[in-house]
């Protein structure tokens, strides 16, 4: 404990671990525990976490419940995914997108109730504990965080159940026991680590997948969807308008009863080490082809080239829980000043796990049939000044080829 706090803000599931902590800042700290959860479409009922906290004595008007599921995919999700954004090649961040949203309401909380600290429940090994930490500092520098799996003594699961027994802390009955795996999950996706995942070499159990249903048992008979853009964000599915949250929510149904969006990886968290998560995306891994599909018509190619350069890095400021540093806004700014006219419909096919894109229209469309036909278009193109092009740009291919030719290299 290294200062005295009031009042503090909590980061709270209503779980065990939250409830263990929120139990450990009372009895440690003497202070007011304030609890905050977040509905960010995670699919589970909300309210049994508001009893638990009034059950370990938190007053009513320092329990916070938020409905956040329209602010997050359209504030944060669908920004994210005008970038096309993918860590290390394959990862839609489905985790790392929700702390920055979280640290905000947190530290907007603590300000409405006069806290002095914010608490989370990530622990000392993960990527989270950075996210949320970096969130807080950049929003309020001078608040005080408490990172309880940093502080406490608390080192295996005996002790923790022993904690909230002496405590009277309930604790379900499937909590007792050595927990198979860690799950984290939102609108945008589910992961899934730890204990039966952690060897990378071992196939990941049935058992794991909550978002998908296994892609050798879907529909033998492909869907076909068409999603409308507006300026770079999905508005439409089947023609039918929908609210960002709706609509991230009716991909993620049709990507489900497809087998769409498991991704098993092995990926370099922030801190240093390598981890295995399994990471179940359907409604993301549907938009992203879709939405790059709409970009292939309606944006030039310097923009499209300079998008998947900037791509990367943006991904990784948001991996790495930098979401409110000056650069991601910087890159945020190019990229939606790129979507002015990625405006259209896309049309795909979902099959077994896979999402095809089949079609793509849109008025601001650059594509232009009669300049590309192997037929003799109607657009003036002249054959002839192709050699004049590759020409210049063979100049300095051939300046070397004459230098090894004289050097006899």
Request: aromatic share 8%.
């Amino acid at each position: 404990m290294s200062k005295k706090v009031k009042k503090v803000v909590l980061a709270y599931s209503g779980g065990l671990d939250t409830s263990i902590i929120l139990k450990w800042l009372q009895t440690t700290y003497g202070a007011e525990v304030v609890t905050f959860t977040a509905d960010l479409g995670q699919g589970e009922e909300l309210e049994p976490a508001r009893k638990k906290a009034q059950l370990l004595g938190i007053k009513d008007a320092n329990i916070f419940i938020e409905d956040l599921r329209e602010e997050f995919v359209r504030d944060y999700v669908f920004p994210m995914f005008r970038a096309n954004a993918v860590y290390e090649g394959q990862y839609l961040l489905g985790t790392s997108i929700a702390r920055p949203l979280i640290a905000k309401k947190q530290i907007e909380i603590a300000e409405k109730v006069g806290a002095d600290a914010v608490a989370h429940g990530a622990t000392g090994k993960g990527n989270d504990q950075v996210r949320f930490e970096l969130g807080y500092y950049a929003l309020k520098p001078d608040i005080t965080i408490i990172a309880p799996w940093r502080e406490w003594d608390l080192r295996s699961r005996e002790q923790l159940i022993a904690f909230a027994e002496q405590h009277q802390i309930p604790i379900a009955k499937d909590k007792r026991g050595e927990a198979p795996f860690s799950v984290d999950a939102n609108l945008l996706h589910a992961s899934s680590e730890g204990k039966v995942l952690e060897d990378p070499a071992q196939e990941v159990p049935d058992y794991v997948y909550s978002r998908t249903i296994d892609p050798q048992a879907a529909p033998d008979q492909p869907t076909y969807i068409t999603i409308d853009f507006e300026q770079g964000d999905a508005a439409a599915i089947d023609g039918k308008k929908m609210s960002p949250a709706t609509l991230l929510a009716k991909l993620s149904e049709l990507g489900r009863a497809n087998g769409i969006g498991r991704l098993d990886l092995v990926e370099n968290r922030f801190v240093g080490m390598k981890s295995r998560g399994m990471y179940e995306t359907p409604g993301g891994t549907i938009l992203l082809v879709a939405h790059r599909g709409i970009e292939q018509i309606t944006l030039d190619r310097g923009a499209a080239h300079l998008k998947d350069e900037l791509m990367p890095k943006y991904a990784e400021l948001i991996y790495n829980g930098f979401w409110f540093s000056p650069e991601r806004e910087m890159l945020q700014a190019a990229i939606d000043q790129s979507q002015r006219y990625v405006t259209g419909q896309v049309r795909l096919k979902l099959y077994k796990g896979n999402v095809i894109l089949v079609g793509r229209d849109s008025e601001y469309s650059l594509y232009d049939q009669d300049l590309v036909t192997f037929e003799e278009g109607a657009v003036a193109y002249d054959h002839r000044d192709a050699a004049g092009f590759i020409k210049l740009n063979a100049l300095r291919l051939r300046t070397l080829g004459q230098r090894r030719k004289k050097l006899g290299l």
